[in-house]
């Protein structure tokens, strides 16, 4: 029940930050933080696939976060 629980917050947690990542760069973060965070759930309930999954994606929203981060950071000089 407990592991149910975790995999309710971690999923919705996940899916609230993917739909704020038009407003910041930091909700792309944030998203990536959902996925590690689900990709855990899914290793707890013994889905693992899920959780091989969710680890890609938090990756892959890691590297989105870093292009957005230098792509919206002004230049000095």
Do not use: Q
Not at 3 to 26: D, P, Q
Not at 47 to 74: H, L, Q, Y
């Amino acid at each position: 029940m407990v592991v149910t629980i975790y995999g309710v917050v971690a999923v919705s947690f996940m899916m609230g930050m993917y739909a704020l990542e038009h407003r910041n760069v930091n909700y792309i973060a944030a998203f990536a933080l959902g996925c590690l965070l689900s990709s855990s759930y899914g290793f707890l309930s013994g889905a693992w696939p899920f959780g091989v999954v969710e680890f890609i994606w938090s990756g892959i929203a890691m590297k989105r976060w870093n292009d957005e981060r230098k792509s919206t950071t002004p230049s000095v000089g």
